[in-house]
């Protein structure tokens, strides 16, 4: 990693003036002040109206929030007016990209100076030759950049559950350099690579190996010297060496520090670090003519088969998450601060890993992880195959950048490459060329394997796979790393959830020489969407913590599984995905814009040390219930509280509720919630500092609704549906449909929609509806309903009918990345019905072959006025094919 001195333009500003040169090498962004376009070619750029952004910057920002399917893949274009100073005409100067989703072309002044392919990968390109340099003071000189995302066979990743988005989307760095300077070609690395051959708890062994240029037109003596500082800034150690570089020369070296003692070892729990800093001095002139500093960690670290993964002679069970690089409304184009807080996200739930995955990310991401002690695992993205020359390449120099630009890291332990490579094997049918697809896969696995051990021999190296193990055996990738991580989804795509634990089993039994990596697991979410009755697909809070409480357990009972990893910290975008939450993956523990769901709120309470107390669901704050009876008009629902502590007190409205034992970290409670204000106080017994309060708005729904205690108000209804919607915006919830009782409310006739040939599907559509975010109520669906009926009291009423239609004649239902049974189209029906409301017609001939279009929502509102005791029914007359209802609102206005 560069040193970054920043300077702030003032002091550069009078460094330049005052005519000084300055000392070294100094390094400062410019990211402010660029002019973007996008477009095709330069030719439309020319003429193409440019735009004044700032890096980092995507031109994807809103392609995730948009609910259209796909984003812009293609060419963007930046350019930026650089001021340099006449005195760098005898220095070296670099543009320094921290990452160009996908591939960048790199000008000064219309002279191509550089291009990179790849777009999670530092590159460095050096543009003295191309300067123009005035007498005296600044010239200017033109920037232009132009990056592409296009879809590309040949440039990995070329499938995955995210999106490859475009820009100059990390920080871009100025890079002012001595002619006398660490090596500054050398794939955008500082040019020293620091490994340590030998630690224990009493000394070390320290080797700092590198190349040094002299470019400069005459022979030079140098003084190269490495400092070993304490994080308090004391000298550890120091090494010195007088070298004589010729004009022009690059001199490569070795310096080892055989004898240190009593240093402080790197751990999660004591994450001390050390800094090495190298310098080259004149040996005539005693002037500093560069320096670069790198992160230094002492650790050792060892995984086993059968006892898993030891740190410092201690075993240490690893348990993570993965990360992806994106943020509401921002794309992948984020400050640093933003990386750094999921870092430390993951540190405050108890976390001690992050893979990395499924591409390198930030360097502030791999700087935390050395800060905070959270060990890492980072990825080359070979994601998808081509069997190509082109492919193979590119795979092998992103590989090598990787492991060479994080390479100093004490944090990282693992290169990772490749992800679940046979998920969608090609030639099913033509045996001679899969073998031939599987030999070339195989042999790129290898040479991959090869150059990691080669440029790193103390790391592990890591296939992550999907759960296909006999497949990935036969294949040979498993045979491959050092180390096999396996992307398992047992309870979820399939299976069941104790299917997770005998493949755990099945692993060590047939594989009993691999140590084992859980790389993945995790469950759909959406945090809106509430079942007190759970099953799998249905996307709700409650059944991904029975997926969770299920995998925590199988990875903590058994001794041997190395790591497990959540699939994810957050959820993510992705354009493949439709379903709830539209282009979003909902595996993440905690929201798109990182709010906690409950699985968050689980690890804490089970990996955490401090004294931790959280109350589940508190943000469904606002709840609606149907009484326990007309007279006891008290709704009891579940209340889960979260802690670490081995019980727990719930009050509830002051009273103490009751005091419960935690079990895996959760205590059960079954809260009786009044109509209005219900605050629930969580302590642990004995204390009252550690202790969370929840205020729950809760609205009770009397049985009947005509009940003078509790006036009706509202009623929202989802039809289809057996689970609980909350919109956090309009605060309003959607109950399950029930069927009519007389006095109360619900359906008359008709079935719940199931999507054909879909198995993973629990309700409804699993289909983006466009254009609402109510994508659960649209998507869940009454067919051939007779009635909906409310027993209301008189009054003013405003009636929502909400309907969409969910068969298509064209679209297929499966959704390609989902791992699991594939879907072909359902049967189209014609279908055409009118609609009364208290006999009265309101829609005629509501129909799919005009108004009703398939993923569209059609919502109207009517206004009832109930002047007798005939409360309201909604009648569906249909007149071709089947009646449909997908949701159902009604508001008392007066
Ligand atoms: C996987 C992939 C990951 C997906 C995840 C999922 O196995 O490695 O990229 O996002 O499954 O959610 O399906
Ligand atoms: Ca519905």
């Not at 004044?52 to 350019?79: A, C, F």
């Not at 409304?329 to 108890?350: C, F, I, Q, T, W």
Request: proline share 5%; net charge neutral; charged share 20%.
């Amino acid at each position: 990693m560069y040193a970054r001195i920043l300077f702030n333009t003032f002091l550069l500003t009078l460094l330049l003036q005052s005519g000084l040169h300055a000392q070294g090498r100094f390094s400062s962004t410019i990211n402010s002040n660029w002019l973007f376009t996008k477009g095709d070619t330069a030719q439309k750029a020319v003429g193409s109206v440019w735009q004044t952004v700032s890096i980092p910057h995507t031109w994807n920002t809103q392609d995730v929030l948009d609910d259209e399917p796909g984003y812009y893949r293609g060419d963007g274009w930046y350019k930026k007016t650089l001021y340099i100073p006449a005195g760098w005409k005898d220095r070296e100067v670099y543009l320094y990209f921290e990452g160009a989703g996908q591939s960048a072309d790199v000008f000064v002044n219309g002279k191509s100076v550089g291009k990179h392919q790849g777009g999670y990968t530092f590159f460095s390109v050096p543009i003295s030759s191309a300067l123009r340099f005035a007498q005296s003071g600044n010239a200017t000189n033109d920037v232009v950049v132009r990056v592409n995302n296009s879809v590309n066979e040949n440039l990995p990743p070329i499938m995955g559950d995210y999106n490859i988005f475009g820009g100059l989307y990390r920080d871009v760095y100025l890079n002012v350099l001595d002619k006398v300077h660490f090596d500054a070609d050398n794939q955008a690395t500082s040019g020293i690579f620091i490994t340590t051959p030998q630690v224990n708890a009493a000394s070390a062994v320290v080797q700092v190996k590198g190349s040094f240029v002299n470019g400069t037109g005459s022979s030079r003596n140098l003084i190269v010297s490495h400092r070993i500082l304490t994080a308090e800034g004391a000298v550890l150690a120091e090494q010195k060496k007088t070298v004589k570089a010729n004009a022009g020369q690059k001199v490569d070296f070795v310096q080892d520090f055989k004898d240190i003692k009593g240093q402080r070892l790197w751990s999660p729990d004591d994450p001390y670090l050390y800094r090495v800093v190298s310098r080259i001095t004149d040996a005539a002139t005693g002037q500093k003519l560069d320096e670069v500093s790198n992160p230094l960690g002492f650790r050792w670290y060892a995984f086993s088969a059968s006892e898993g993964f030891s740190l410092n002679g201690n075993s240490l069970k690893l348990i993570g998450t993965s990360r992806h690089q994106d943020y509401p409304g921002m794309g992948n184009a984020l400050p640093d601060a933003m990386h750094v807080r999921d870092v430390e996200l993951l540190k405050e739930m108890g976390g001690n890993f992050l893979r990395v995955a499924h591409y390198p990310q930030d360097p502030a991401v791999l700087q935390a992880c050395d800060r905070l002690g959270i060990l890492a695992s980072v990825e080359t993205p070979v994601m998808g195959f081509t069997d190509s020359e082109a492919f193979a390449s590119s795979a092998k120099q992103q590989h090598r950048e990787i492991i060479r630009q994080t390479y100093n890291h004490p944090s990282v332990i693992i290169w990772s490459y490749m992800n679940e490579m046979l998920l969608r094997v090609p030639f099913a049918t033509d045996s001679t060329k899969q073998q031939a697809y599987f030999r070339h896969l195989t042999d790129l696995a290898r040479e991959l394997e090869a150059m990691a051990r080669q440029e790193d021999p103390a790391r592990y190296t890591l296939i992550p796979n999907h759960g296909a193990f006999d497949l990935y055996n036969k294949v040979g990738l498993t045979k491959i790393p050092r180390l096999v991580g396996w992307n398992l989804y047992q309870g979820w795509y399939g299976g069941t959830l104790e299917d997770f634990g005998k493949f755990l089993d099945m692993h060590h039994r047939e594989l009993p020489d691999k140590p084992v990596l859980i790389t993945e697991f995790g469950a759909d979410a959406d945090n809106r969407i509430h079942s007190f009755s759970p099953i799998r697909f249905d996307k709700s809070v409650e059944y991904t913590m029975l997926f969770h409480q299920a995998y925590l357990k199988a990875i903590l009972d058994r001794p041997f599984v190395a790591a497990g990893m959540i699939w994810n910290l957050t959820e993510f975008n992705t354009a493949v995905r439709a379903e709830t939450l539209p282009n979003i993956n909902p595996k993440g523990i905690m929201t798109y814009d990182r709010k906690e769901k409950d699985p968050y709120r689980f690890y804490k309470a089970n990996l955490l040390k401090a004294p931790y107390i959280q109350i589940g669901s508190k943000e469904w704050n606002r709840r609606v219930g149907t009484a326990e009876s007309e007279s006891q008009l008290t709704c009891s629902q579940p209340v889960v509280v979260f802690s670490n502590q081995p019980t727990v007190t719930l009050t509830v409205q002051g009273k103490v509720l009751g005091t419960a034992e935690t079990k895996q970290g959760m205590a059960r409670f079954t809260v009786p919630f009044v109509n209005g204000l219900n605050r629930l106080v969580a302590t642990v017994s004995g204390s009252t500092v550690v202790s969370d309060q929840a205020d729950i708005m809760f609205r009770v729904l009397p049985p009947t609704l005509k009940n003078p205690q509790l006036p009706f108000d509202e009623l929202n209804v989802s039809l289809g549906d057996s689970r609980f919607f909350f919109d956090e915006k309009t605060g309003q919830n959607w109950l399950p449909e029930q069927v009519y009782k007389p006095g109360s409310w619900g359906y008359v006739g008709g079935k719940q929609y199931v999507m054909k040939n879909n198995s993973r599907v629990s309700f409804g559509s699993g289909r983006n509806i466009l254009g609402t975010e109510l994508d659960p109520i649209y998507q869940t669906q009454r067919t051939g309903i007779e009635q909906f009926k409310f027993d209301v009291p008189t009054g003013d009423y405003e009636l929502v009918l909400h309907f969409a239609e969910l068969i298509s004649k064209t679209v297929n239902n499966d959704i390609a990345f989902n791992l699991g049974q594939r879907a072909v189209p359902e049967v189209y029906i014609e279908r055409s019905f009118d609609v009364l409301i208290n006999g009265q017609e309101v829609i005629s001939g509501l129909s799919n072959s005009d108004v009703l279009k398939t993923d569209q929502p059609v919502a109207t509102k009517f206004m009832v006025s109930v002047q007798n005791q005939e409360g309201i029914t909604v009648s569906f007359n249909v007149r071709q094919g089947e009646t449909v209802l997908n949701g159902i609102q009604l508001k008392k206005i007066r």
